[in-house]
């Protein structure tokens, strides 16, 4: 089977990036809607989320919101396939960030506050993270 991988728009990427500044020294969050198969994915939607933890080095997005995204996402009649969140550190999942990818088994978008760079993972089928990759598209 081929690598699975995510097509996001470079509008989309800039939203997220703009998102992760904008909420420092806060950790940021959003949840993407779109379309896809076993193995691509393709973003068509962003929904910021409030980080309830109000933390720059965790996130918690409140159950109402979460209620909200599945609700926006079935009514659009797309799938919640990625979780954003930014880190002030390397984009590379946290002790808690990969307890929460187990219970989330989307992909896992984290944006580096100070790399200023994207990474996605998620875990495969041995419950191994596996790096995603990210295919930025042309508006």
Request: with cysteine; charged share 20%; aromatic share 10%.
């Amino acid at each position: 089977m081929d690598q699975e991988y995510i097509l996001i728009l470079h509008s989309h990427l800039d939203t997220l990036e703009r998102l992760a500044i904008d909420k420092l020294p806060n950790e940021s969050c959003a949840i993407l809607l779109g379309k896809g198969s076993s193995n691509k994915r393709v973003v068509e939607y962003i929904l910021p989320m409030n980080n309830s933890s109000h933390s720059s080095i965790e996130f918690t997005i409140d159950a109402d919101d979460l209620y909200h995204a599945y609700n926006k996402a079935r009514l659009m009649n797309l799938d919640i396939i990625a979780i954003f969140h930014s880190h002030p550190s390397q984009p590379i999942p946290s002790y808690m960030d990969k307890i929460f990818m187990l219970i989330n088994p989307v992909i896992w978008i984290i944006y580096s506050t100070s790399s200023h760079t994207f990474k996605a993972f998620t875990f495969d089928k041995l419950d191994q993270i596996q790096e995603i990759r990210i295919l930025p598209i042309k508006d």
